[in-house]
C-alpha cells in the first residue's frame, strides 16, 4: 500500500550527543519539497541533510556528511515504509562523538523512520483520467454519478452542442465507469489520458 503523509510531523532524536530533528511533510512537487526544506532548514546545525519521492522521481542531498551517509538513508526510510509525495529533512547538531559512516547510516535512516512512522498517513489511491465529449442533457447524469463513483471533474470546455469533460476516477473502478458512459454516450469515443511519466532520477548532492 503506497501512502503519503496527512500533515507535517518532527521529532528530535540523540544519538551519542548529536542531535538529529526530523521534519517530514507531504508535497505534490519537487517545487513544494524544496521550499519545505528552506523553510525548516538550522542555518546553526551541523548538518541539514533531506530526501524525496515523488512517484519514480527522486533526489537526496547529505550536505556535506560522507556521500551515501545520509541523503540515501532518509530515502531509503521514505521507500521502507512505501511512502510517496514525501520530503524528509534531518538536522544534525554535532555532540562531539564521530559516529563513522555505518553510525550515520543507522543514525539518519533510523530518526527518518521513527518520524514518518508517527505521523499520520493516508492511502493513495491510483487513479486514471478520463475524456470524452457529451451532450448537455447527458452532463447532469453524469455529474450526478462522481460522488458515487469517487471521482472528481477536472475539467469541462463546452461548445455548441455539449461540452468535453475530463474526470478523475479511481483506477480500480475504471472498467464498470467505462462501461457506463460508453453505454450513455451510445460508443462515443473515452481516451484515457496518460500522466507525464518520469524516469527513476536519483541525484545525490
Not at 542555518?43 to 556528511?65: K, M, P, Q, V
Not at 460522488?147 to 475530463?166: K, L, S
Not at 483506477?171 to 453505454?183: A, N
Request: glycine residues 10%; contains cysteine; negative net charge.
Amino acid at each position: 500500500m503506497t501512502q503519503t503523509l496527512v500533515a507535517e510531523t518532527q521529532l528530535d532524536t540523540v544519538v551519542k550527543k548529536s542531535l538529529f530533528r526530523v521534519h517530514a511533510a507531504p508535497i505534490a512537487n519537487e517545487e513544494e519539497a524544496l521550499a519545505f526544506f528552506e523553510r525548516v532548514r538550522e542555518l546553526d546545525a551541523t548538518h541539514n541533510c533531506w530526501a524525496w519521492r515523488i512517484g519514480g522521481r527522486y533526489r537526496s542531498f547529505d550536505d556535506g556528511e560522507p556521500g551515501g551517509t545520509a541523503g540515501r538513508p532518509i530515502l531509503q526510510a521514505i521507500d521502507s515504509q512505501e511512502f510517496d509525495h514525501v520530503a524528509v529533512m534531518v538536522v544534525r547538531w554535532f555532540g562531539g562523538v564521530k559516529l563513522g559512516a555505518g553510525g550515520l547510516v543507522r543514525a539518519y535512516g533510523g530518526a527518518a523512520a521513527a518520524c514518518l512512522k508517527q505521523g499520520e498517513a493516508v492511502e493513495i489511491v491510483p487513479m486514471q483520467r478520463l475524456e470524452f465529449h457529451a451532450s448537455f442533457s447527458l452532463l447532469p447524469i453524469i455529474q450526478a454519478r462522481l460522488t458515487e463513483w469517487d471521482a472528481t471533474q477536472d475539467g469541462c470546455e463546452f461548445d455548441a452542442t455539449g461540452a468535453t469533460v475530463t474526470l478523475c476516477i479511481p483506477l480500480s473502478r475504471s472498467e464498470p465507469i467505462q462501461g457506463f458512459l460508453q453505454d450513455l454516450l451510445r460508443g462515443g469515443a473515452i481516451r484515457v489520458l496518460d500522466d507525464d511519466e518520469e524516469d527513476e532520477t536519483d541525484v545525490t548532492d
